[in-house]
């Protein structure tokens, strides 16, 4: 059974950084396509990030082009997703998808491509 746990959100101010991690056990790690999505208060989840298996493509919707990456490391089973110069708006919970066949790009920025979720963690941004 494929399990995702997302550790490492909390409290930041405006423009400051903020890391979140995702570990994953249960499948091989290096065959998942790894997705970083987030949901604030009253909306729909939002795609944000992914990352191929072998962590050489990599895509991000356009709000966070330039501020957040998004990266893995094949030999921990763990993916990360680096976020730089955050804003209120960034504020949400932070979930980590798994799947094995999702593309990198736009088709895979669906939330519905992907097979296996974490539980979330918050990221809080104050203005």
């Known amino acids: 059974q494929v399990q995702l746990v997302e550790s490492g959100g909390g409290l930041v101010q405006a423009g400051g950084s903020l890391r979140v991690s995702c570990g994953v056990s249960g499948f091989p790690f290096n065959n998942l396509v790894m997705g970083w999505f987030r949901q604030a208060p009253g909306k729909e989840r939002e795609f944000v990030a992914a990352?191929?298996?072998?962590?050489?493509?990599?895509y991000y919707t356009d709000s966070v082009k330039g501020r957040f990456t998004i990266s893995r490391d094949n030999t921990k089973n763990t993916v990360e997703l680096q976020m730089n110069d955050l804003k209120p708006e960034d504020t949400a919970v932070y979930y980590c998808?798994?799947?094995?066949?999702?593309?990198?790009?736009?088709?895979?920025?669906?939330?519905?491509?992907?097979?296996?979720w974490g539980q979330g963690t918050h990221v809080t941004v104050s203005s």
């Open positions: 990352i191929s298996w072998s962590g050489d493509s990599t």
């Open positions: 998808a798994a799947d094995r066949v999702a593309a990198v790009g736009p088709l895979g920025a669906d939330r519905r491509v992907y097979d296996y």
